[in-house]
């Protein structure tokens, strides 16, 4: 009995340690980003009543972002905190379905969850038009006057665009043999057999318009059926694709994302993204939602990102084409670009055509349950 | 004998029983009605989706023989080690005897992420390895563990724990006399183990392959993550797909699981018939003993090889990836570093859903406990319940054993997002749900425990003048410590590791520690998922030793 109690001592001096180890290592904090000025204080011309907005926002002092977007990172966050240090950003990645399911079941029980949404999803947007708030801040009236990307009264605007394009571990394309990636009939090369990884699109009704426009680049359903023989193994996720490239997994990956594979290029891994042209991009749309907990934060966030700050935190890297023109944006960095004029953008809402091509060729050819 | 007379207390009998049945009922088939309302709402319509809904035929085979094969292997194997450690060379049996319950800290996403680290076709470390030794050829291969094979060989291994601590209980309760009687008349090992142990271990094997068919029936997180690349689909992925489709067809979700539900249903009712002459298996003795047998160091090897497949290995192939930049396929001591940790605890979601994990638990035991308590009261054939209120508690507490946990959620999910109560985006709702999923595990050891004590000392405490509850806390609890430890340690481990539900119900500011995971697995790079898959393993095993602590020095022995 003595020896166990003397064991649970020890023991609880370990699991005391540990403790204080934990807790040690939770306090501490990461080094802070490096200021930057912004390009435009995203708060000109709102006048009193959106200050007393802005005031309110700060004493909410949280706002919950929902998300799609591999694009809204760290980065992003600390971007939006430089203009509203009391505002805490909080951003909650699902995939495009799941956030879906998730705001259906919030507007049911008018709960705690999302104050801002940014997805895909015209369609959801559409049906719901009613449970959103068009923007009271300044920003709207001022930078997007007249652009076809603002939906019924603002209540919801296209914000950005992904494109999508290739995560490609060079060194190991070179070793199947395989011609350098740039293009998209590139991605039909027979080297590339079993070593080939795609994010179907289905069932993000928006990635199901996207390989439908990928494919005519492929060449039409001969082009599919090809890509199909490769026998490509199926992603859920651009960034567990991403880790697969990095580790030599499989050498080239479709429907990728700028933003992950750069991540994993600064950590070193050999992988670099090919933007394949023509562009095809997917929406992103960005909604508050009438059901917000922090309705005057909501507000602040979404004149935030309307303004040329947000813009610039957005896609000024260029991991998203920017809604604005970046030749209107003074001090706008030069990677950032804006959505071509003649680009497809994929915006969630299949017609009937591609509703077809989705069952009768896509689904079957690539064996998708 | 019941002690009656003045001065005892009647114990309660009609309505409070009735009550706790309604309680069972409102939590397991309430949302359970809810959904099956959906399902039949309009008439036939929801199976008419079903039938038109494509792949679903693959899926059901897939499930049954991923269940079929997992669960077969997990009684071999499980059985084999129970039978191993009894001929462990007795100064070592009960260290090695809890060997092969280590497994149960492991959570399935770790297990699933450290053996795709090992067994990736081209860049799994195991196979790697086994090329440069001159096995397999090509680039790829030999193994793969995201195929229909490796599923089952997986979801065996981790099945095999569950059998072991059914089987092992049986084998250290019957003990050894039978088997050196039959020794003695001559009988050789396998003859003895063919003719007297296998026949003595049917009702654990009964009961111990009905339930891991149930959870290898609803089990989600192995087929999703390791055949979702080769679009291996079972049913629980199926769910969980509808529910990511918008608008989402809730009839439609409830008629793909609906044919589970009747499965399962159906095994419970089979298992209880099996096992209702269970009397027929008792020991010869009171007193068992591991007597007679010869033992051997040999009997340690199966054990450690248990061990190393499903700890060491995967924790290796963790901690690799956990300290390493990204995931380069290559284990590069040179480049290691604590980033990714210092990155992870200084990351408030990380502290956040901690938190909320260690809440969720700490509330859904002081629910669940009780709650199992009072369920297995009224199981004892020693209280006065009405036989049909009886019969009510005995089926609501096995239900949700019979639901995969994704319909479960999904059931849920409807039920508490939208009114008359609306609980979603709430602790609460995480708490209800875990209740719900949780009840039975709460109850079994407390129902063996309570079995095996007695009725004595509880009648005597109240033919001395206490009440239910002081007779509870002073009496039966402190007589029933070492079940409540198990009940604890399952639960604290089962929710834990939780995932299939807490996907569907957990909201962005309560999230717990298996949806984070989940979360990371999706849209997080590899390291990031080594690091919360090794965070979720250490916060079972502090909660798993704080259990096992408050249950008493005997309760990994019989967990």
């Known amino acids: 009995m003595k020896l166990l109690r003397h064991h649970r001592s020890r023991l609880g001096v370990i699991i005391g340690a540990a403790l204080v180890l934990v807790l040690a290592a939770c306090g501490a904090t990461s080094g802070s980003a490096p200021a930057a000025a912004p390009v435009a204080d995203p708060d000109d011309g709102g006048g009193p009543a959106w200050q007393a907005v802005v005031d309110a926002a700060n004493r909410e002092g949280t706002l919950v972002l929902y998300t799609n977007s591999d694009a809204v990172g760290d980065e992003f966050a600390a971007a939006f905190n430089r203009s509203y240090p009391d505002v805490r950003l909080v951003v909650t990645h699902y995939a495009s379905g799941e956030l879906t399911t998730k705001l259906d079941a919030e507007k049911g029980a008018r709960t705690a969850g999302a104050d801002v949404a940014m997805l895909s999803s015209k369609l959801w947007l559409d049906d719901n038009a009613g449970r959103l708030v068009a923007p009271t801040g300044p920003a709207l009236a001022k930078y997007w006057g007249g652009s076809r990307f603002v939906y019924q009264g603002g209540r919801f605007v296209l914000v950005a665009a992904t494109p999508l394009g290739a995560g490609v571990n060079s060194a190991m394309v070179q070793q199947l043999g395989a011609a350098p990636i740039r293009t998209y009939q590139d991605l039909l090369q027979p080297q590339l057999k079993d070593a080939l990884g795609i994010l179907p699109g289905k069932p993000t009704p928006a990635g199901i318009q996207w390989w439908y426009y990928a494919a005519r680049q492929l060449g039409g359903d001969a082009g599919v059926a090809q890509l199909a023989g490769l026998n490509p193994r199926i992603y859920t996720g651009t960034a567990p694709m991403g880790t697969d490239i990095a580790s030599g997994e499989i050498a080239v990956g479709v429907y990728q994302v700028k933003p992950i594979i750069d991540a994993l290029a600064a950590k070193g891994a050999p992988v670099s993204f090919v933007p394949l042209t023509p562009a095809i991009s997917t929406a992103v749309d960005s909604a508050v939602v009438d059901w917000a907990t922090h309705p005057h934060a909501a507000q602040v966030f979404q004149n935030w990102l309307l303004s040329p700050a947000g813009q610039v935190a957005l896609a000024g890297n260029g991991g998203l084409l920017s809604a604005l023109d970046p030749a209107t944006i003074p001090g706008a960095p030069a990677t950032m670009t804006r959505i071509p004029a003649d680009g497809a953008v994929a915006d969630g809402i299949l017609t009937p055509e591609q509703s077809t091509w989705l069952e009768k060729v896509w689904s079957i050819q690539m064996k998708l349950p | ?559």
Not at chain 2, 29 to 58: E, N, T
Request: hydrophobic letters at 50%; charged letters at 10%.
């Open chain 2, 1 to 559: 004998m019941s002690v009656t007379g003045a001065g005892v207390r009647r114990q309660p009998t009609g309505w409070p029983w009735l009550a706790l049945a309604v309680l069972l009922a409102l939590l397991v088939v309430w949302p359970l009605a809810r959904l099956l309302g959906q399902v039949f709402g309009d008439g036939l319509d929801a199976f008419r989706r079903l039938a038109d809904y494509p792949g679903l035929g693959a899926a059901y085979v897939n499930t049954l023989v991923i269940s079929l094969g997992g669960v077969a292997l997990a009684l071999v194997a499980g059985t084999g080690l129970a039978w191993c450690t009894t001929r462990v060379p007795p100064r070592l049996r009960t260290l090695v005897a809890a060997a092969p319950v280590l497994p149960l800290v492991m959570p399935s996403v770790a297990s699933v992420e450290g053996w795709q680290y090992l067994l990736a076709p081209r860049t799994g470390l195991l196979n790697r390895t086994l090329r440069d030794l001159g096995l397999g050829s090509g680039a790829a291969g030999p193994l793969d563990i995201q195929s229909l094979p490796g599923i089952v060989l997986l979801s065996g291994s981790i099945l095999t724990s569950f059998v072991y601590l059914f089987v092992t209980a049986s084998l250290r309760q019957r003990g050894a006399e039978l088997e050196a009687a039959a020794a003695a008349c001559g009988a050789g090992p396998w003859r003895t183990f063919l003719t007297v142990t296998l026949p003595m271990l049917r009702p654990a094997l009964v009961y111990s392959g009905v339930i891991t068919f149930l959870l290898a029936l609803g089990q989600f997180t192995v087929p999703l993550l390791l055949g979702g690349p080769r679009r291996i689909e079972v049913v629980s992925t199926v769910i969980y797909r509808v529910s990511a489709e918008y608008p989402v067809d809730y009839g439609l979700g409830g008629a793909v699981a609906l044919p589970l539900l009747v499965i399962g249903v159906g095994l419970v009712a089979v298992q209880r018939r099996a096992l209702r002459d269970e009397q027929r298996y008792v020991a010869v003795s009171g007193r068992t003993r591991q007597v007679g047998i010869r033992t051997s160091w040999w009997a340690c090897v199966p054990v450690l090889g248990y061990l190393v497949v499903a700890v060491v290995l995967p924790l290796f192939a963790l901690i690799v990836v956990s300290l390493s930049p990204y995931w380069s396929g290559q284990v590069n001591p040179s480049v290691f570093t604590t980033d990714n940790w210092v990155q992870a605890l200084a990351d408030p979601k990380t502290t956040s859903a901690i938190s909320t994990t260690a809440a969720a638990v700490g509330f859904t035991l002081l629910l669940v406990l009780p709650l199992g308590y009072l369920t297995a009261l009224s199981l004892i054939g020693r209280t006065r319940v009405p036989r049909a209120v009886r019969t009510g508690i005995d089926l609501l507490s096995s239900i949700s054993l019979c639901l995969p946990a994704a319909l479960l959620g999904f059931a849920l999910l409807l039920t508490y997002s939208s009114p008359p109560v609306r609980l979603y985006g709430t602790t609460a709702m995480v708490v209800v749900a875990y209740v719900t999923l949780m009840l039975p595990f709460a109850l079994r050891p407390q129902l063996s425990s309570l079995q095996a004590t007695g009725p004595e000392y509880g009648e005597a405490s109240r033919a001395s003048g206490a009440g239910p509850l002081a007779t509870a806390l002073r009496v039966t609890f402190p007589l029933i410590r070492n079940g409540l430890g198990v009940s604890a340690a399952l639960v604290t481990i089962i929710v834990v590791h939780e995932f299939a539900v807490s996907l569907l119900v957990t909201s962005p500011q309560r999230r717990v520690i298996g949806s984070l995971l989940y979360d990371a697995t999706n849209s997080g790079i590899a390291p990031q998922v080594a690091v919360l898959a090794l965070l979720m393993v250490l916060l079972t095993v502090a909660g798993m030793t704080v259990a096992l602590l408050l249950g008493g020095r005997h309760s990994l022995q019989r967990l």
